[in-house]
């Protein structure tokens, strides 16, 4: 009787690992994308809409993801609350995004970033732009209020600042809306020029801004604009700063984003900065980006002031032929399997030792009862 219970025994353990090797593969996590029944809405102040929303495996294996909204805090700080139907699953699942607008929330355009998190996550956000408009029927000038809020606005989500010492340098990072690192190397010998003066030693800040009536860049209208940043030296956003070195010539600072080759910056010159607001501009100047493969990290050595620039990323759902390794796929087999990574073999691996184990256990209890 124990005999056939140990043979029993072992027909089940293997066929559990089977079915988890087979569920989960060899291959280790993977990437996901997401899609949304639709890129846009209108509402008025006080209305409310929904938009369906679908997580869809792209690359590697089936596992475990998270559905979120970047800067949930900051759209509630504008009267918009988002929420949603189903946080969690196994790619495909689908889902339900509701969008509140409240009574007092301000005419003008925002956006949504939803993202997939954990072990299949996005490598860009699906995002939803929600115009406002006031649908009241009391006539209204056509200047003044309206044209005030089409301005590209600017509100700060957070920063940093370090006191810096030209003969030494120093880093920074900060966390941007994403939760993704931004970080700024400043090389010893930096210092900074204002006017006819060169400073060894200032305060530098890294700032980061949620956008508001930001429009795609001119001409790349498949370029989602995700969140602004800025370096201020002494509380100064300038072009008139400059960074240097001590004979006064530019100086660049070494910028390392975590984003992938999808993503790119601007500079956004020609507003002003009133307290943490900045308030009006345009895009003036694309900025070149290395991308460092290995560690899935853009890095920019060029950027030598102190000014507003605007993270926008590729819309791949419109650049289907993208063929760069980071980029999701705009339709990719889930069958398909990529090359196993270091750590993809953990789980067979387990589950052929806890095999081992009962197998050894079984045994013992037979020579046992044979006693």
Do not use: C
């Not at 504008?78 to 889902?95: F, H, K, M």
């Amino acid at each position: 009787m124990i005999r056939k219970y140990a043979i029993f025994s072992f027909l089940a353990v293997l066929f559990f690992g089977s079915m988890v090797y087979a569920q989960y593969g060899s291959g280790g996590m993977g990437t996901s994308t997401i899609s949304l029944s639709q890129s846009s809405i209108t509402l008025s102040p006080g209305s409310s809409s929904s938009v369906t929303y679908t997580v869809k495996l792209s690359s590697g294996n089936i596992w475990g993801t998270t559905t979120n909204v970047a800067d949930s805090g900051k759209l509630a700080a504008d009267g918009i609350s988002v929420s949603l139907s189903n946080t969690y699953g196994d790619p495909t699942y689908s889902g339900t995004m509701s969008i509140n607008v409240s009574a007092s929330t301000a005419p003008g355009t925002y956006t949504v970033f939803l993202n997939a998190t954990g072990d299949d996550p996005s490598t860009s956000p699906a995002s939803l732009t929600i115009l406002v408009e006031n649908t009241s029927s009391t006539t209204m000038p056509a200047t003044s209020t309206i044209a005030i809020a089409q301005k590209p606005v600017f509100t700060q989500v957070a920063e940093k600042t370090i006191a810096v010492n030209a003969s030494n340098g120093t880093s920074l990072t900060i966390l941007d809306p994403f939760s993704k690192n931004l970080t700024v190397e400043i090389n010893a010998g930096t210092y900074v020029k204002i006017g006819n003066s060169i400073l060894p030693n200032y305060n530098f800040t890294i700032a980061t801004y949620a956008l508001h009536n930001v429009t795609s860049p001119p001409n790349e209208s498949d370029y989602m604009p995700a969140f602004g940043f800025a370096y201020l030296v002494n509380g100064k956003l300038s072009p008139a700063i400059e960074f240097v070195n001590s004979t006064g010539s530019p100086m660049p600072l070494t910028t390392i984003a975590e984003y992938p080759s999808t993503w790119t910056s601007w500079a956004f010159l020609g507003g002003a900065l009133n307290g943490t607001t900045y308030v009006g501009g345009k895009y003036a100047l694309k900025n070149t980006w290395s991308y460092n493969a290995t560690n899935s990290m853009l890095v920019n050595r060029q950027f030598v002031k102190p000014v507003m620039w605007v993270f926008v990323f590729s819309n791949v759902s419109t650049k289907p032929n993208v063929t760069v390794a980071t980029t999701i796929p705009h339709a990719v087999s889930t069958t398909s399997v990529p090359a196993a990574s270091p750590a993809s073999g953990i789980l067979p691996i387990a589950i052929i030792i806890v095999i081992v184990i009962i197998i050894v256990a079984l045994l013992s209890l037979l020579k046992r009862s044979r006693k």
